[in-house]
């Protein structure tokens, strides 16, 4: 009978990210804006990449009554094959998270219905689930959803050729207070906890 492997965490590279992100995430597309980014190794072996987007927009934040800078997104989850749960991956990057940055109350992160995500790995973890995101429309190239905002504003790039835009659903959104008050606030705002899409 095999041993469990020996999971170690710690501070990834951005390349290591990137690396992890291009391959393991049904996204293929690193966050835009600042982030901070923490890796995972079982047995020396890279594994993957969690993400979390800092200072995460200001209509997010007020939706949960903090301000933008106490409020953080977990962004990605980039994983290849492994041994560990990811509950128990994001539960020991919250705590890497929290001593890092002791101002932060809030986490944010979002299953995507388009790809069948009901955010198992959230319910596992016991965040709380706050509902759906609002609908959206999302610029698709190649099979692919890629970044909305260079395409839009006073400077916006050209789209590119082939490329449309697509209205989505929203998304399941979830939310951990990284504090006893934060936490019972969110309970709250707590919905039942969607089911698998069968």
Request: with cysteine; proline share 6%.
């Given at each position: 009978?095999?041993?469990?492997?020996?999971?170690?965490?710690?501070?990834?590279?951005?390349?290591?990210?990137?690396?992890?992100?291009?391959?393991?995430?049904?996204s293929r597309t690193m966050p835009v804006g600042k982030s901070v980014k923490i890796g995972a190794w079982e047995d020396g072996k890279f594994i993957g990449v969690l993400i979390f987007s800092c200072g995460a927009s200001p209509?997010?934040?007020?939706?949960?009554?903090?301000?933008?800078?106490?409020?953080?997104e977990l962004t990605r989850v980039a994983m290849t094959e492994h041994a560990t749960p990811v509950t128990r991956m994001i539960s020991i990057a919250v705590k890497i998270l929290k001593r890092h940055s002791p101002g932060l109350r809030v986490l944010v992160s979002f299953a995507d219905t388009t790809q069948g995500h009901h955010g198992g790995i959230y319910q596992g973890g016991g965040w709380t689930y706050i509902g759906l995101s609002e609908p959206k429309k999302v610029l698709m190239h190649r099979g692919r959803q890629i970044h909305n905002r260079?395409?839009?504003?006073?400077?916006?790039?050209?789209?590119?050729?082939?490329?449309?835009?697509?209205?989505?659903?929203?998304?399941?959104?979830?939310?951990?207070?990284?504090?006893?008050?934060?936490?019972?606030?969110?309970?709250?705002?707590?919905?039942?906890?969607?089911?698998?899409?069968?």
């Open positions: 009978m095999s041993s469990k492997p020996t999971l170690r965490m710690d501070w990834a590279t951005h390349a290591a990210a990137k690396y992890a992100v291009e391959r393991w995430h049904y209509m997010l934040a007020h939706s949960i009554d903090v301000g933008q800078q106490e409020c953080a260079a395409y839009q504003g006073r400077n916006k790039k050209a789209v590119p050729k082939g490329a449309f835009w697509k209205q989505t659903p929203g998304k399941h959104k979830y939310a951990m207070g990284l504090g006893t008050d934060d936490q019972g606030r969110l309970m709250m705002l707590a919905k039942p906890y969607p089911k698998r899409a069968s």
